[in-house]
């Protein structure tokens, strides 16, 4: 199944893709929701972020490549860090950049993301994906300089719209081996497959719900591959994840 979330009339909702169609539905998917009767089609849908996080768990250095861009120490164990929900923003709608007073450099991490269908504790890597919703697309921007300066990452990657997502959510793909490529203004700047994820989603839900209750429409996300680098105002960056399509944003000044 593919979903989205799409604005009707200043409200929002969630839709099933069939197609170029979308079904709008009574609620979400993970509640149960179905059918109301009305269809809209893609091309002329206001699309949304595909969740409604209580929290957004991500992992750093998840790739053997991006950590030879860093101190190239394969960490012993998944590193862990949120970001806010307050972070999120659409597909198409900018990402803005902090003052330059606050940070002069922020940079693109596209990655491979998942929604959670239904609360998990204390799950099984084996059994984690009957937890899953399905797969979308995040870019985990951050503000490089302030991730050094602070020397953990909270207010790094949280900043509003510092967490682009979708444009759907699809249970349709294979997540172990995905090819992941970032654009900035047509340029490729990372191309990798999730073939290459050191732990695998399994095991990363596994590790996370040993620590931390996720809920259903929580997002986590897998890290990032090699290629990471620098937003300046009027780029356009955009993240493609094959079956998934891409995610689009433009970069503005604060």
């Known amino acids: 199944m593919k979903y989205v979330r799409l604005r009707i009339a200043g409200e929002a909702f969630w839709g099933h893709l069939d197609g170029q169609q979308i079904h709008v539905l009574d609620q979400a998917p993970y509640w149960g929701g179905q059918p109301t009767g009305q269809q809209i089609s893609l091309e002329s849908a206001t699309l949304l972020a595909p969740?409604?996080?209580?929290k957004i768990v991500a992992v750093g250095k998840n790739y053997h490549d991006h950590i030879k861009e860093f101190d190239a120490q394969i960490p012993e164990r998944?590193?862990?860090f949120m970001k806010p929900s307050t972070a999120i923003v659409d597909p198409n709608q900018p990402i803005v950049l902090p003052d330059q007073m606050i940070s002069q450099r922020v940079d693109f991490e596209g990655e491979l993301a998942l929604v959670i269908s239904k609360r998990a504790?204390?799950?099984?890597?084996?059994?984690?994906?009957?937890?899953?919703?399905?797969?979308?697309?995040l870019n985990d921007v951050t503000a490089r300089d302030v991730q050094k300066l602070d020397g953990q990452w909270t207010r790094a990657k949280g900043f509003d719209t510092f967490c682009p997502i979708g444009p759907i959510v699809t249970d349709e793909v294979d997540p172990s081996d995905l090819q992941l490529t970032?654009?900035?203004?047509?340029?490729t700047r990372q191309h990798e497959s999730t073939a290459q994820l050191i732990w695998s989603i399994g095991e990363l839900l596994a590790?996370?719900?040993?620590?931390?209750?996720?809920l259903p429409g929580d997002v986590v996300t897998t890290g990032t591959p090699a290629g990471v680098g620098p937003l300046l105002p009027e780029d356009l960056v955009t993240v493609t994840i094959e079956g998934i399509g891409t995610l689009s944003n433009p970069v503005i000044a604060g």
């Open 182 to 187: 970032t654009k900035v203004n047509g340029h």
């Open 51 to 54: 969740c409604e996080p209580s």
């Open 78 to 80: 998944p590193i862990l």
């Open 121 to 137: 504790s204390h799950i099984e890597a084996s059994e984690a994906a009957s937890y899953i919703l399905g797969y979308t697309i």
């Open 207 to 214: 590790f996370i719900t040993q620590a931390m209750t996720l």
